[in-house]
């Protein structure tokens, strides 16, 4: 295999009410029409700095500063080699602060708040339905920052380590 291209990449999911804010995404390059995080890729001066391009992308697509969420977290780091590219997720969680307003309003898509419990049931792109998954089985219940690895059989998952 020749070398593959590197494409890093943030998504932030904020709760709030026992809902998730999810993105429909429209016009992507990278991914087909599906539900996923708000978030996006890397800009050149975000190089190593994924929760600027969280913050950036949170701006842009929901109206949303880093003042109007609380709780966030990065939890979750995946890698899928896809179209010849390795491909590196940066997955955030938050909570909408109390009076913040999402403007729904953006041309990536549709913003709308899905009931947590029917997240799942969403199509979406394969490494957001893996992690997200193990988010509502595991992740959600832990401080741990996960590792996952996307394969034909789905996502193996570490918590990742300093030692």
């Known amino acids: ?20 804010l999810m993105l ?42 880093e003042s109007d969420i609380t709780s966030v977290e990065m939890r979750y780091v995946t890698l899928r080699l896809k179209n010849g590219e390795i491909r590196q997720n940066y997955y955030f969680f938050a909570k909408l602060r109390e009076g913040a307003a999402v403007n729904e309003c953006t041309d990536e ?11 799942l049931e969403l199509e979406m ?17 832990t401080e741990e920052i996960y590792c996952g690895v996307t394969g034909e059989a789905g996502m193996e998952f570490a918590v990742l380590q300093e030692f």
């Not at 295999?1 to 998730?20: F, H, P, Q, S, V």
């Not at 394969?126 to 959600?140: C, E, I, N, S």
């Open 109 to 119: 898509g549709i913003l709308r708040w899905i009931p947590i419990k029917d997240v």
């Open 24 to 65: 429909y995404r429209i016009g992507s390059k990278v991914v087909a029409p599906s539900w996923c995080g708000i978030g996006g890729h890397f800009q050149p001066q975000e190089l190593n700095k994924p929760r600027a391009c969280m913050l950036r992308e949170l701006q842009e697509e929901a109206g949303l500063c």
């Open 125 to 141: 792109p394969v490494t957001a339905k893996q992690m997200l998954t193990h988010y509502f089985g595991v992740g959600r219940f």
């Open 1 to 20: 295999m020749k070398e593959a291209a590197l494409r890093n990449m943030t998504a932030i999911y904020i709760e709030k009410d026992g809902r998730m």
